[in-house]
């Protein structure tokens, strides 16, 4: 068996709001999501439908997020379950320094741009929902 994609499902409180930072701050494009009252496919994100749950794409990276209500039906032992915390995501980036320099001007850095141990650059920031976003680009 080989993996073929990655894609974490993370849960948050508000889908919708998690989608337009991700769109807004990141670039991520509105890959699908499913409506919150009707259990509806998605397919264009509109800020007026309530989502349960939403995939985001950029590049090849694909995140999915579900809403408490949601990741609780599917999976009931993390209805209770503390979101952000601990999870750190990794995303290499292109244009490590203009991305760098734009995301500087609208939030604050957990840790600046830095060099990484593994080679190239690292910096990291923090979603709404506290989740830890390294953002790197490759040596």
């Not at 292109?94 to 910096?123: Q, V």
Request: aromatic share 8%; proline share 6%.
């Amino acid at each position: 068996m080989s993996v073929t994609q990655v894609a974490p499902r993370l849960m948050v409180e508000d889908v919708n709001r998690t989608v337009a930072f991700y769109n807004e701050v990141l670039g991520f494009a509105f890959v699908r999501g499913l409506a919150e009252a009707t259990r509806q496919p998605v397919a264009d994100w509109s800020p007026t439908v309530r989502l349960a749950y939403a995939e985001v794409r950029s590049g090849q990276a694909v995140l999915a997020f579900l809403s408490r209500t949601a990741l609780a039906a599917e999976l009931p032992r993390l209805a209770e379950a503390r979101i952000g915390g601990t999870t750190v995501i990794g995303l290499a980036c292109d244009d490590f320094d203009a991305l760098a320099a734009r995301l500087g001007d609208i939030l604050p850095f957990i840790k600046a741009p830095h060099p990484s141990p593994r080679g190239g650059r690292e910096m990291s920031i923090e979603d709404i929902n506290g989740y830890v976003l390294t953002l790197f680009d490759t040596p």
